[in-house]
């Protein structure tokens, strides 16, 4: 099956249910390697006059390193029958082994960013914002007690979205 590209004002699924429902498969490559992790944090929007995605990735992450070490990553969305691929791929670590091969799916890229080619729905994006999470800037006291009980905050990504992938034969 082939992708189509099409304009992120086109993009039709709702972004509620693509992240926080179906997740997403943040990937990156570093060196040669390429590697994956859900993620079921974050947005897309418009920022700085740029249609944008945001992520958030935690400082133990073994991906975190691909993508602080690359400009660009790919957000895969995988129908609801890669549940169990992705709750494999979302607990085991690449550092352990090579969990993308172990999970069966076929990396494709385009030009240097790995993506899937099992999703759905791919945004192609080059980063353009890093910022660490801080204690002090929680307005809402009680969210970084919940969320951060070991301290380990969340790196925010703000990424312009520079292509949307999606099935041919897929609705948007």
Known sequence: M????????ELKSNPFQ????????VTAEKNGKCNTMTASWGGVGVIWGKNVAYIFIRPQRYTKEFIDGSDTLSLSVL????????????????????????????VV?????????????????????AQELKPECFIDDGAGEKWYPQKDYHTMYVCEIQKVLVKSDTPQ
């Not at 082939?2 to 004002?9: G, L, R, V, Y």
């Not at 693509?18 to 498969?25: P, R, S, T, V």
């Open 2 to 9: 082939s992708f189509k590209e099409i304009a992120a004002t």
């Open 109 to 129: 890229r385009d030009e240097e960013t790995p993506y899937f080619q099992e999703a759905d729905t791919v945004l192609i994006c080059r980063k353009m914002y």
């Open 18 to 25: 693509m992240i926080g429902k179906d997740w997403l498969l």
């Open 79 to 106: 129908d609801n029958s890669f549940r169990k691929t992705l709750n494999y791929l979302g607990t085991a670590s690449g550092r352990d082994e090579d969990k993308i091969a172990k999970a069966g799916l076929n």
